[in-house]
Each structure stands twice: as structure tokens, then as C-alpha cells.
T-cell receptor, first 113, second 110 residues
Framework: DGGITQSPKYLFRKEGQNVTLSCEQNLNHDAMYWYRQDPGQGLRLIYYSQIVNDFQKGDIAEGYSVSREKKESFPLTVTSAQKNPTAFYLC????????????FGPGTRLTVT | GENVEQHPSTLSVQEGDSAVIKCTYSDSASNYFPWYKQELGKRPQLIIDIRSNVGEKKDQRIAVTLNKTAKHFSLHITETQPEDSAVYFCAASKNDKIIFGKGTRLHILP
């Protein structure tokens, strides 16, 4: 569990502001993912990256952006274009080799008012 | 794209009884089906998974079955215990992209 971290745990922003959520892993995993979790909606995929300098949109990418400049880091920016940004955001990583198991971070709860 | 349906959304079972959660998927090319457990306030954790070349897998009180023809898979928990109370998510995966179901909240009644 300690191998993937997200910061901060709670984040508050005013409407109209962009905000960046941090995700770092020291597991040497190739793939990283961002999910949004809302009550009753499960885990919805925002973006994922299989390798450095490459990433793909998930099912709900509108209003979000990502970068993957380093293997260890996969920050998510919630832009002002995201209509309902208040949610719990989970980052995950996986090896893509022996196992496809996803290791999740502790999450960031974002509140936009 | 892939769509994963999960039922029921809420399940209450008496302690000691069995619990079954069912999922269907739409993309016949999906080849990996994990199940995650999320306890209150914690991150999801893998409890069992199955690949498309296997029909059933068991790990102590937990088992997963896969019917590729019907495109559905199920989680079975036997002899349920209070610590089994949590939200369970199924998922279907192809080429690193994993799509989750909406989750099942399992309550174990004393």
C-alpha cells in the first residue's frame, strides 16, 4: 500500500480554478490510472498511461488533463471545464507483467464550491 | 467500448450464509476479470481475479466463475463473516484498460 501515494488527502477549490492532483509510485510500475469515484457510480476511468510520455483517454476524460513525464508520476489536472468536479479521485498503478493487479493510492477528496 | 453491469447494488446476507454477486460485460475481447473489495474509508484491494482461459478459480472462501459464451462472471463468498462487509467491484480488462462495475454493497447481518 505504501508504494503509491496521493496528495493532498483533502482539497478545496473555488469554481473556475484549475487544480492538480498528485500521484506518485515507487513500485516501478509501467501503467498508471486515474479514476473518479462517486456514490453509486463505481470507479470510472478518466485517463490511463501504459508508458512514459503516452496516455489514453478513459470513459470520462472531458474536463481533465494528465501528463506522464516520469515513470513514477502521473498528475491529474481538473480544469474549469469539468462541470461536476467534486468527487473522490483514486490513482492506481500496475506492472503489466506478471500480474495485472491494480494498486490503488489512498485517494484525494476534491471539493469545489 | 466495454460496459460492465453489476448486480445487485446492495446485498444483505446472514452471517454464515453465502453471497453471490454477478457481472456481465459487453466486449468479447476482454480477457481479464478482477474483483476488488473496498472497505469503508479505505482504498480498493484485489481479492481474486480470473483470466479468460479459466472457467473457475477458488481461494479459501472466495470463488469466481466465468462464462465466456454468456459474457458473465460471478463472485461467490461462502461462510460469510462480519469482516466481509464492504463494497465489491467487478471489472473487465483488455490491453491495460480496465472498466469497473458500479459496485455491490454487501452487509453481513449478525
Amino acid at each position: 500500500d505504501g508504494g503509491i501515494t496521493q496528495s493532498p488527502k483533502y482539497l478545496f477549490r473555488k469554481e473556475g480554478q484549475n487544480v492538480t492532483l498528485s500521484c506518485e509510485q515507487n513500485l516501478n510500475h509501467d501503467a498508471m490510472y486515474w479514476y473518479r469515484q462517486d456514490p453509486g457510480q463505481g470507479l470510472r476511468l478518466i485517463y490511463y498511461s501504459q508508458i512514459v510520455n503516452d496516455f489514453q483517454k478513459g470513459d470520462i476524460a472531458e474536463g481533465y488533463s494528465v501528463s506522464r513525464e516520469k515513470k513514477e508520476s502521473f498528475p491529474l489536472t481538473v480544469t474549469s471545464a469539468q462541470k461536476n468536479p467534486t468527487a473522490f479521485y483514486l490513482c492506481a498503478s500496475s506492472t503489466r507483467r506478471e500480474s495485472y493487479e491494480q494498486y490503488f493510492g489512498p485517494g484525494t477528496r476534491l471539493t469545489v464550491t | 467500448g466495454e460496459n460492465v453491469e453489476q448486480h445487485p447494488s446492495t446485498l444483505s446476507v446472514q452471517e454464515g450464509d453465502s453471497a453471490v454477486i454477478k457481472c456481465t460485460y459487453s466486449d468479447s475481447a476482454s480477457n481479464y476479470f478482477p474483483w476488488y473489495k473496498q472497505e469503508l474509508g479505505k482504498r480498493p484491494q484485489l481479492i481474486i481475479d480470473i483470466r479468460s482461459n479459466v472457467g473457475e478459480k477458488k481461494d479459501q472462501r472466495i470463488a469466481v466463475t466465468l462464462n465466456k459464451t454468456a459474457k458473465h462472471f460471478s463472485l461467490h463468498i461462502t461462510e460469510t463473516q462480519p469482516e466481509d462487509s464492504a463494497v465489491y467491484f467487478c471489472a473487465a480488462s483488455k490491453n491495460d484498460k480496465i472498466i469497473f462495475g458500479k459496485g455491490t454493497r454487501l452487509h453481513i447481518l449478525p
